[in-house]
């Protein structure tokens, strides 16, 4: 069977996922663009908007639940059948996050929520502080799921790291949170796939975990500075 390519590139994530081979696989971890007008300059959860790169691109809400369903079904394709997928979603356009799962026709087995600090403050609703995470997979009788921790709950309170004096790109997840992830639904060698791989986090945690690793973005300097990243892990 054909395997597929190693390593991170610039493209778009569903033209890339088209020349990945069926069933090549063994996990996917993304969190994918949300369609909320998101602004890379506005200073969000990162403090000082002026050392975030620009240049975040985002889906508009008309397109969300098309561009969606199309990533969504090639994901389950190029997963291996034993694979999984960790998707994550804010609650905007969870909807169209569900919709296209059930319709490739992945199971979902849990519903996580991630709790993080850090929310946008507000003066009429609440602030939200969440995101969904949906643990997804191909077949309900063979999929890796090593049970490191005796009672793994599926609320994950896990803060968001601070990057002081730093450059960044505006929506990194904690390295704890994929490492959690990868520690639970993979093992050393397996080969690890973020379609919208931003600054590169899951690349990073898969390689100082001894997974291989496969990551597209559409902003070539999310990609240069994920190399970068990448390039300290010996
Ligand atoms: C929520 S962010 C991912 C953040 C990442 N998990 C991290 O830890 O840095 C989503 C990323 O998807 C990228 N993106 C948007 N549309 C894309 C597309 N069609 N193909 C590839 N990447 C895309 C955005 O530029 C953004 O960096």
Not at 33 to 55: C, H, K, L, M, W
Not at 76 to 99: A, H, P, Q, V
Not at 121 to 142: A, G, M, N, P, Q
Not at 213 to 234: M, T
Request: with cysteine.
């Amino acid at each position: 069977m054909a395997t597929a390519p190693e390593g991170i590139y610039h493209g778009d994530a569903l033209t890339l996922m088209g020349e990945i081979p069926d069933g090549s696989i063994d996990l996917i971890v993304t969190d994918p663009p949300f369609a909320i007008d998101f602004r890379a300059q506005r200073g969000n959860y990162n403090r000082t908007g002026s050392r975030v790169i620009e240049g975040y691109r985002e889906i508009p809400e008309a397109e969300y639940a098309a561009f969606t369903k199309a990533w969504v079904r090639e994901a389950c394709r190029i997963l291996r059948d034993s694979g999984s997928m960790y998707l994550f979603s804010g609650w905007n356009n969870l909807k169209d996050i569900l919709n296209a799962v059930d319709d490739a026709g992945f199971i979902t087995i849990n519903h996580l929520i991630w709790k993080y600090q850090f929310g946008v403050f507000t003066r009429r609703k609440y602030v939200t502080s969440h995101y969904h995470i949906l643990f997804v997979v191909k077949d309900r009788t063979r999929y890796t799921f090593n049970k490191v921790e005796h009672y793994p709950e599926d609320v994950w309170v896990i803060n968001r790291e601070y990057w002081t004096g730093r450059k960044k790109t505006p929506t990194k997840l904690p390295m704890e949170l994929v490492r959690k992830i990868l520690r639970f639904s993979s093992n050393p060698g397996d080969l690890i796939l973020d379609p919208f791989l931003g600054s590169g986090t899951v690349a990073v945690a898969s390689k100082e975990m001894g997974r291989r690793y496969l990551g597209f973005e559409i902003v070539e300097d999310y990609i240069q500075f994920a190399k970068e990243r990448l390039d300290q892990i010996a």
